[in-house]
């Protein structure tokens, strides 16, 4: 063998015995300065904040990774917030109210003893004008830099709102409110993950900073005085993007090798007409970070939203109806303990018996199918 | 420990503006929420992430809006704004609140712009 080949031979060799990625692993590919940036930003997620270091007054949790946590950081975890909105359907513009003039649209769990001391509150409570409370979950936020990296157009289309194709999706996307198409959330409100994560920052944890300065409020009304001794901005810019740099680069986690009932399952997952919405890849666009750059990512998710039917429905937001939810990308399910928006599954069997909407067909075709072929099918999704 | 009552939040946009320095005014653009004719008020949903605002600006007669949905930038009333469209909008703070400079209607708020 020449020496040319040999080296091929090599490196092929090497790519063969490459480790797959595990939860909370960067992406492959960073430059020196990337995989640093990245791993100074888990040190900011991984920070526990406390009221001498901005947390609250109002807060759902002390750090990143207190929710982000369960097997590693960025990963989901088991905590629950409220969301409230009042759904308007028959008024003109905006038919969606997300109460934010009474602290809306999240309620936070837990105040700070100062702010506890001078309202004798222990959480943020919900306004009398709530309609509907919310319970929402904690994903995890692997892979969500490869899907901030998906241009607008991939997203677009697959939109179908006036389902012209027949097949009864009509996926279509969310919007923020000045008008660009949203992404992450739920309700598939936030345009960007920049976005999404700086804004965390303030609801989650009550830590303001340069894209938000500013505390919420209580109910709608100001902070008592004496309750926030720290000034803002709480958390500075480089905190921001370390930890945006962190949460960006996170590698989705590999998915299990699929032998047998798994590879039969991503048939019968097709058979049942799951792709429509949770369309198994998207590809990136332009990008500055090479290792986000045109790449492949197998999110299972068509990220427009698609309406689940009366049962799953709760809260609106934006444009997004109550019945209305984001397709959940299903990488990294198999790290997955509690499924749906809400948690109310306990089980991929469960989530799946509890569509509605427009994925009620691919339900019961899955309820109809022979329990080899519904175990099957599970045994793919836990392969993700 | 700065506090600004609800409906007076400031948001990214403002503050990166501010951070620019020298910047004469702040803007936002998000969705027209409400509109009070007779007030001449608007007040505008905004924000970052979930993060949400609701910004109110008073809208003194005189203050220039303009619609530049269509290939031409027209001048329009302020009752021609409707809750749903989205505005891009420069104002400043004063002890009464925040007033308008300037408004122009850049789209609506829907899937499909």
């Known amino acids: ?3 040319c080949g040999v080296v091929i031979v090599a490196l092929l060799a090497a790519a063969a015995c490459r480790r797959p990625l595990q939860p909370g692993d960067p992406l492959r590919g960073l430059s020196a300065a990337e995989r640093a940036r990245f791993d100074s930003g888990r040190g900011v997620f991984d920070s526990t904040f406390t009221p001498e270091t901005g947390l609250g007054p109002l807060f759902n949790a002390s750090a990143c990774a207190e929710c982000h946590e369960d097997p590693v950081s960025g990963a989901n975890g088991d905590e629950v917030e409220r969301h409230a909105a009042v759904f308007n359907p028959d008024s003109p513009g905006l038919k969606c109210d997300e109460l934010v003039a009474q602290g809306g649209p999240v309620f936070q769990d837990s105040v700070t003893p100062a702010l506890r001391a001078a309202l004798g509150i222990h959480n943020e409570p919900l306004p009398p004008a709530a309609t509907t409370v919310a319970a929402r979950t904690t994903p995890d936020v692997f892979g969500f830099g490869l899907l901030d990296a998906v241009p607008d157009s991939a997203i677009l289309a697959h939109a179908d709102a006036d389902d012209r194709n027949g097949d009864g ?8 409110f000045d008008g660009r198409l949203g992404r992450f959330g739920r309700k598939a409100l936030v345009p960007t993950l920049r976005e999404f994560n700086d804004g965390a920052f303030q609801i989650e944890m009550g830590i303001t900073n340069p894209s938000v300065p500013v505390e919420g409020t209580v109910g709608g009304d100001p902070l008592p005085a004496g309750t926030d001794p720290t000034p803002e901005p709480e958390l500075g810019a480089r905190g921001l993007e370390l ?3 962190f949460v960006r680069l996170l590698a989705p986690p590999a998915p299990l090798k699929q032998k047998g009932e798994a590879r039969r ?3 019968v997952f097709t058979q049942t007409g799951c792709p429509a919405c949770h369309v198994p890849t998207l590809r990136t666009g332009d990008n500055p970070i090479g290792a986000l750059r045109r790449k492949d990512v197998a999110a299972y998710t068509d990220l427009l939203l698609h309406d689940m039917g009366p049962d799953l429905a709760d809260i609106c937001f934006a444009l997004a109806t109550p019945s209305e939810f984001r397709t959940e990308p299903l990488m990294g399910l198999r790290l997955v303990t509690q499924f749906l928006h809400d948690g109310r599954a306990k089980t991929p069997e469960e989530a799946i018996e509890l569509h509605g909407g427009e994925g009620s067909k691919s339900r019961d075709l899955f309820r109809a199918l022979p329990a080899a072929d519904r175990a099957a099918l599970v045994a793919f999704l836990r392969s993700l | 420990m700065h506090r600004l009552p609800l409906l007076s939040l400031l948001f990214a946009p403002l503050t990166l503006a501010a951070q620019q320095a020298a910047a004469p005014h702040d803007s936002v653009r998000g969705a027209i929420r409400a509109v009070d004719v007779s007030a001449r008020t608007v007040e505008v949903a905004a924000g970052v992430g979930l993060a949400l605002t609701v910004l109110r600006l008073q809208v003194p007669a005189g203050v220039p809006i303009t619609d530049r949905e269509g290939a031409q930038p027209e001048p329009i009333g302020l009752a021609a704004l409707k809750p749903g469209d989205v ?8 002890p009464t609140g925040f007033v308008a400079y300037t408004i122009e209607r850049v789209g609506r708020m829907e899937p499909t712009p």
């Not at chain 1, 999706?169 to 923020?176: A, D, H, L, N």
């Not at chain 2, 505005?87 to 004063?94: E, I, L, N, Q, W």
């Open chain 1, 169 to 176: 999706i009509s996926g279509r996307p969310g919007r923020f």
């Open chain 1, 243 to 245: 930890t945006d740099a």
């Open chain 1, 1 to 3: 063998m020449t020496r």
């Open chain 1, 265 to 267: 399952g991503r048939d």
């Open chain 2, 87 to 94: 505005v891009r909008a420069t104002f400043g703070a004063r």
